[in-house]
């Protein structure tokens, strides 16, 4: 943290100038996910946004994009920000299921889902098998893919806008910072398309805020942006797209499943509590 007060007053400048960029350049993007069709076409779009508000503040600064932590870091953070967000998202289907708000997919929901997956001629196989192909192909070749949109956001957010931050605030307040604007930057999103509105802001706000101190802290410890970018892509895989089609909904308890349920939110505070403790620990 700096301590000159004209550095400090300059890294809120450069801070101010990012968040205004990112605005600017999202602002019709969510305009357009929420008015013309198909929105989904506007989504990689967006997520990239944060990565060129950090480039241009960059530029503007007269700074190097290769001030950006672009290396690797160590193999260990690489690894432990794929079993993280997986095992998180793992816990709160496991504490679903077994708590009755939903129930195991029959198998001709499984291979439904594997149709769905292209797995052709996959119906020869009985459920076990199909589940466990499925799970390693979305586990890995999707999180590829998905890692293509996540390392747009994780340039700006965490290969940039913490780095600022971390200039005038303490590990707790750039993570509680960084998140609360990470979560605020997708309302338009959670407000149009969710069903209940208040109650998924809310629990919205808790999981990104936990997801934003368990990131900061790989971020931090790797001295890479890449574990972020494994972190995010892997957290949206499992919570969006290898868990909710293992589940059948049960009347009734809708609020508790996916990214915006209430086990989702419970299960991620309790990883970020735990890591907010581990870094204060650690002094970062």
């Known amino acids: ?11 809120w400048k450069t801070i101010f100038l990012f968040l205004v960029l990112v605005v600017a350049l999202t602002s019709p993007l969510h305009y357009a996910i929420v008015n013309l069709y198909p929105s989904r076409i506007y989504v990689g779009a967006i997520m990239w946004c944060p990565a060129i508000a950090a480039i241009i503040t960059l530029k503007i600064k007269k700074r ?10 160590d193999w260990k953070y690489i690894r ?10 793992i816990i709160t289907y496991v504490l679903i299921w077994a708590l009755g708000f939903g129930t195991l997919v029959n198998t001709e929901v499984i291979l439904d889902w594997a149709n769905q997956l292209g797995l052709v001629g996959i119906g020869t196989l009985s459920p076990t098998p199909i589940i466990f192909i499925s799970i390693i192909l979305l586990g890995t070749v999707e999180v590829i893919r998905s890692a293509a949109t996540t ?58 805020i936990s997801m934003s101190f368990m990131m900061t802290y790989y971020t931090f410890k790797s001295k890479s942006l890449w574990p972020a970018v494994i972190f995010h892509a892997v957290s949206n895989v499992y919570i969006q797209k290898i868990l909710p089609p293992l589940t059948t909904k049960i009347e009734g308890t809708e609020h508790w499943l996916g990214e915006n349920g209430i086990m989702f939110a419970m299960v991620t505070s309790v990883f970020g509590i735990y890591f907010w403790r581990k870094a204060i620990k650690e002094k970062l």
């Open 1 to 11: 943290m700096l301590k000159n007060l004209s550095e400090r007053r300059e890294a």
């Open 151 to 208: 390392l747009g956001e994780e340039i700006g957010w965490r290969g940039f806008f913490i780095y600022e931050l971390r200039k005038v605030l303490s590990f707790t307040g750039v993570s509680l910072f960084s998140g609360m604007i990470w979560a605020t930057w997708h309302w338009p999103v959670i407000v149009y398309y969710g069903n209940n509105v208040i109650l998924e802001l809310i629990t919205f706000y808790v999981v990104i």
């Open 64 to 73: 190097p994009i290769s001030s950006l932590n672009w290396n690797w870091g």
């Open 80 to 89: 432990l920000s794929y079993v993280i967000p997986a095992l998180y998202s």
